[in-house]
């Protein structure tokens, strides 16, 4: 979810950017892009932390699996 969101705040910072070199700089487009920017990054954040806490969560399970395979034996 967070990736996609990621995606969609790049789009609109570009397209922002894009109006901005065609219209000039304002204090609206700045504070526009410097927005998206930061949400972009707060979002690219989250989404790693995300990933991280799935691939621990994984990890868990792999060595919970291997607990209870050596337990069998």
Do not use: Q
């Amino acid at each position: 979810m967070f990736l996609k969101m990621s995606a969609m705040l790049d789009g609109a910072t570009n397209l922002v950017r894009s109006v901005t070199n065609v219209t000039g700089s304002n204090a609206a487009t700045t504070a526009i892009d410097n927005a998206l920017s930061t949400l972009k990054s707060k979002s690219d954040g989250a989404a790693g932390s995300i990933d991280s806490a799935e691939n621990n969560m994984t990890g868990v399970g792999d060595a919970y699996n291997d607990m209870k395979d050596t337990m069998k034996k």
